[in-house]
């Protein structure tokens, strides 16, 4: 065999070789043998965050120490009196009056519910609404009504007294205005109660939508004040708001 006829048999190997790797490498097995082992990798772990891991442990330590609070606060609650209704300036208390709610009472003035029978008997010694917690301080052993005191009735029409209304335990002062002029009736009154036509009450106020107060004064001078009020002459003056009615 001649050098140039060994050199083409060489060619044509080479040439077959070639050709056989390119079929194998582009055969779709081959590829999807590939992409099967590519997706089998193991992927690599996230970054680790130490202080997320902290806080998460210190927010279940803060939220067990609340429960833990709030649970034994509910265990230092006690029963103690309230007011079922309001309970006006004067008026004496009786068991329908009051109720029982539970509060935790550190330092709060309250009376307990076993303390009810001292409670009953007694008189408010300024109004007292529904819901409020009944302490020794709201309490007085005799009404307005005392030995040297009376209760008188005055229909009052809009424009004699304040426009801001009148309420149980307000000190006042009784004025009687004749042709213009006016007249100290009593210069110290409380306000006992206050009705108007619109409670619904029977005889609580006037047929024209007046306003019925009943005033505590002193005996001495119920007579007067209850004849300016028949001859409607009586307006009032507000003096305190609201005022206890100790000493009164």
């Known amino acids: 065999m001649s050098t140039q006829e060994r050199i083409d048999m060489r060619s044509r190997e080479s040439a077959d070789g070639r050709s056989g790797t390119g079929g194998r490498t582009d055969s779709p097995r ?8 590519s997706e089998r990798l193991p992927r690599p772990p996230g970054t680790r965050r ?40 004067g008026q004496q208390i009786t068991a329908e009056n009051l109720a029982v709610a539970k509060v935790a009472s550190d330092g709060v003035a309250v009376i307990g519910a076993d303390q009810a029978d001292e409670v009953i008997g007694r008189f408010a010694s300024a109004e007292i609404p529904a819901g409020r917690l009944i302490d020794a301080g709201m309490l007085a ?7 040297d005191k009376a209760a008188v009735g005055i229909p009052l029409s809009i424009g004699r007294f304040p426009a801001g209304g009148l309420e149980a335990g307000d000190v006042v002062q009784v004025v009687r205005a004749v042709e213009g002029e006016g ?31 009943t005033l505590i004064v002193a005996r001495d001078e119920a007579v007067q004040v209850a004849a300016a009020a028949a ?6 003056v507000l003096l305190e708001r609201g005022a206890s009615t100790k000493g009164n």
């Open 141 to 147: 052993a005799a009404g307005l009504l005392k030995s």
């Open 50 to 89: 130490p202080g997320l891991a902290v806080l998460a442990v210190l927010l279940i330590v803060l939220g067990a120490a609340v429960a833990g609070l709030l649970a034994l606060r509910l265990d230092e609650r006690q029963d103690v009196l309230v007011a079922r209704s309001n309970i006006t300036a």
């Open 183 to 213: 007249k100290e009736a009593a210069a110290r009154a409380t306000v006992s109660s206050v009705k108007s036509s619109e409670d619904g009450v029977f005889g609580a106020g006037g047929s024209d939508g007046s306003t019925v107060v």
């Open 231 to 236: 001859a409607d002459q009586i307006s009032l």
């Open 30 to 37: 081959g590829k999807s043998g590939l992409g099967a082992a």
